[in-house]
């Protein structure tokens, strides 16, 4: 103190995010304590975007269909505060996208929002393709620096909805003589999508041809078998019987799910 008096110049406050409202207090051992008004540091001006909400690294969401993720991004100066006043169109689309996965939003605005108190909400997200190491990026009008958080996180398979032939069974052979290739088939999600995780029983039969042949696989229980990963693989099928030369089709069932029927199958 000078004269009872102890003079302050040049202060400043600083460091990441510090917008927001201060009081200060002086202090001297014995004396009472003295508190100022309130000291308002503003955010400078945007520079830069930032991943506000976003999935967490390595978390594992369902693909499009039974899975959703929420998103925001938020407007900020170099010293990372949120510029409350901006107003940016933010669009939202995949950085990394291991799998071709398409992204969607099921927000007001999809996949371009404006920001709102310098923050831009995306709801009800999702991605239709399984894959490891997806991330998410951010665009803006005016253009600002995109964000360099992003988290990287995964898509899997989401319910199983439909059975399909993965590998169509090919003929061309004689009856009761083994397929050139015997079928295989998948139990997948809404987006094509093998639920990995689904070990459900698979039933083989001919869905059309000449009345009276019948159809064999060597797989134990035929015809109906488990699922090995979502993939159900028959085994040396064929077809044997009177009159069986013909063309034939195979279906796959299962309870609940869609139901494919093959290409074409010629015996002999």
């Given at each position: ?152 996180f995964t898509i899997t398979a989401g319910t199983a909805s439909q059975l399909d032939f993965t590998t169509q069974p090919v ?24 639920v990995t995780s689904d070990t459900g029983t698979v039933t083989l039969a001919i869905a059309s041809g000449p009345g009276g ?56």
């Amino acid at each position: 103190a000078v004269a009872g008096v102890a003079t302050f110049t040049n202060c400043q406050i600083s460091g990441t995010a510090a917008a927001g409202t201060y009081p200060l207090q002086a202090t001297r051992g014995g004396l009472t304590t003295a508190l100022s008004g309130n000291v308002v540091i503003n955010a400078g001006t945007a520079t830069t975007l930032a991943f506000s909400t976003q999935p967490t690294v390595g978390q594992s969401i369902q693909a499009t269909g039974t899975g959703t993720f929420s998103a925001s991004v938020s407007v900020q100066d170099a010293n990372g505060n949120t510029v409350t006043t901006a107003t940016n169109a933010v669009t939202l689309a995949t950085g990394t996208n291991p799998s071709a996965g398409v992204l969607a939003c099921t927000n007001a605005g999809g996949l371009t929002v404006n920001a709102v108190s310098g923050v831009a909400t995306f709801t009800g997200c999702s991605i239709t393709t399984a894959g490891t190491g997806y991330t998410l990026a951010a665009t803006s009008s005016p253009v600002l620096t995109p964000p360099v958080n992003a988290n990287a996180f995964t898509i899997t398979a989401g319910t199983a909805s439909q059975l399909d032939f993965t590998t169509q069974p090919v003929g061309n052979v004689g009856e009761a003589t083994t397929f050139t290739t015997s079928p295989v088939v998948s139990v997948e999600d809404a987006n094509g999508n093998v639920v990995t995780s689904d070990t459900g029983t698979v039933t083989l039969a001919i869905a059309s041809g000449p009345g009276g042949p019948s159809l064999s696989c060597s797989n134990p229980g035929f015809p109906t078998i488990a699922a090995v990963a979502g993939v159900a693989t028959f085994t040396n099928c064929q077809i044997s019987g009177t009159a069986a030369a013909g063309t034939y089709t195979l279906q796959a069932t299962r309870g609940g799910l869609t139901t494919p029927t093959s290409n074409p199958v010629v015996i002999l």
